[in-house]
């Protein structure tokens, strides 16, 4: 996706963003609940290898440790543990506060738009004192996209392969970082218009997203 075959609207500027490992370093508190979900159920999960792969659904991962009738219950018990365990060792990821500074400077509104359960969403931002306009939880890939459109989206901002084709499938600018499982190659293949090591890429980014199209721009 070239920045010329964009289409960007002249409207205000809507920027969503992933929750983890785009915007907060949450592996610690998901390995501490995979771990209580160990010594709870009695069924093995290796922590280190399921937070080292972070993006897609929860069941997606619990899936490959639950046989499928028991999924949906580890589903229910993990979300338990997850409040006790997961939500304060999160903190932001390089960037990300001056990544919202810029979407405010911009007079733009920020939107979470995750793949995790919203509440645990809004819990993680609420804890850390990060103030969003909008959370959409629970959705992945092209029920990311469907979100974007919905809300007029500028611009989308993620770490996985799944983040960058939601964006192109929702036809808007979308910044891959590598913070989370996917590299470079991989989030440029998968449709990135820019790729950035972490979030400090994102002001020249949104500066950017915000010429294309304006009279009398060279971008």
Do not use: N
Request: glycine share 10%; charged share 20%; hydrophobic share 50%.
């Amino acid at each position: 996706m070239t920045w010329a075959s964009l289409k960007v609207s002249q409207q205000p500027v809507v920027i969503g963003f992933d929750l983890d490992m785009t915007l907060l370093d949450t592996r610690p508190g998901i390995a501490a609940a995979y771990r209580a979900l160990t010594a709870r159920t009695g069924v093995h999960v290796d922590a280190d290898l399921a937070v080292s792969r972070l993006g897609p659904p929860l069941r997606t991962e619990l899936s490959e440790w639950f046989p499928p009738e028991s999924v949906e219950e580890a589903v229910r018990m993990y979300r338990l543990l997850y409040e006790e365990h997961a939500i304060t060792p999160a903190v932001p990821l390089p960037g990300a506060l001056v990544a919202l500074a810029a979407v405010r400077a911009a007079g733009g509104r920020i939107v979470v738009i995750t793949s995790k359960l919203g509440r645990l969403a809004s819990l993680h931002l609420a804890h850390l004192d990060i103030p969003v306009d909008e959370v959409h939880g629970d959705v992945f890939a092209a029920e990311k996209a469907s979100v974007l459109r919905s809300i007029g989206a500028t611009a989308y901002v993620g770490d996985h392969v799944a983040d960058m084709q939601a964006g192109v499938l929702a036809g808007v600018p979308v910044l891959g970082v590598t913070t989370g499982p996917c590299s470079a190659a991989d989030l440029q293949a998968a449709g990135a218009s820019l790729v950035g090591p972490d979030l400090h890429a994102f002001p020249a980014f949104l500066r950017g997203v915000i010429s294309v199209g304006r009279p009398g721009s060279d971008d």
